[in-house]
């Protein structure tokens, strides 16, 4: 089945601990980018890359890094979470640039 | 300004009554559009993707886009209450991130 997955579904964490969601395709997609959902906000991008080794930031990127050494995966790292971070994060795929994106379940991240 | 507004609602309907939903958006250099569908505490779902002006349909839902006043539309026919959801609209240029609406939640009720 063609999916996005993400890990973990749920995490509670506390402020400087450092930690990592991880974000995989099955579909050979070659862009892979991270939202982050907020009430009133809606989604907004955190990173995105283009292909392998290739990354840019989105409209949100402070606090966060990203790193795509296969094509397949495109984690997301918290270096050190914030309170602020908390936050419903999303990964997507789509074929190409401007393609049809396709989502994963989400991660509720909440940060104390 | 926000690149892509869109209502947020809610917006409540009842059974079978067609659904209007609605964005602007700011970038004339915007190419492609989509709707996506998002259901409590599941990831967003693409309905739609449109690459020019004009109307196109699947099924009960069309996606309406007029580039001349930077309008996007998703009308759905015969609403079902499992169409109850948000909805979000989506635009993006070329190798540009995609931008998103604030999404407009809605119920139909049955």
Redesign the interface.
């Known amino acids: 089945e063609a999916q ?1 997955t993400q890990n973990p579904r749920y995490l509670i964490t506390v402020t400087g601990k450092k930690l990592t969601v991880t974000c995989s395709q099955n579909m050979n997609h070659e862009y892979m ?1 991270w ?1 982050r959902q907020d009430p ?6 955190i990173y ?1 890359s ?1 292909n392998v080794e290739v990354t840019d930031k ?2 949100v990127p402070e606090g966060y890094k990203v790193s795509r050494k296969e094509k397949r995966n495109f984690p997301l790292i918290l270096e050190s979470p914030s309170p602020n971070q908390t936050s419903l994060y ?1 990964c997507a795929s789509s074929l190409w ?2 393609g ?7 991660t509720r991240l909440t940060v104390t | 300004q926000k690149e892509v507004e ?1 209502d ?1 609602g809610p917006l409540s309907v009842p059974e079978g009554a067609i659904v209007s939903l609605n964005c602007t958006y700011s970038n004339s250099a915007f ?2 559009f ?1 709707w ?1 569908r998002q259901y409590s ?6 309905l739609m ?1 449109t690459y020019s002006s004009g109307n196109k349909e699947d099924g009960r839902f069309t996606a309406q886009v007029d580039k001349s006043s930077k309008y996007i539309s998703l009308f759905i026919r015969d609403s079902q209450p499992s169409d109850s959801a948000t909805y ?1 609209c ?1 635009s ?4 540009q ?7 407009t939640r809605l119920t139909i009720n049955p």
């Open positions: 996005v980018s939202y009133g906000l809606g989604l907004r991008q995105y283009m989105g409209d999303f640039t401007g049809e994106q396709y989502f994963g379940p989400g | 869109q947020p190419q492609y989509m996506y505490r599941k990831g967003p779902e693409l993707y979000l989506g993006g240029q070329g190798a991130k995609l931008v998103f609406g604030q999404g």
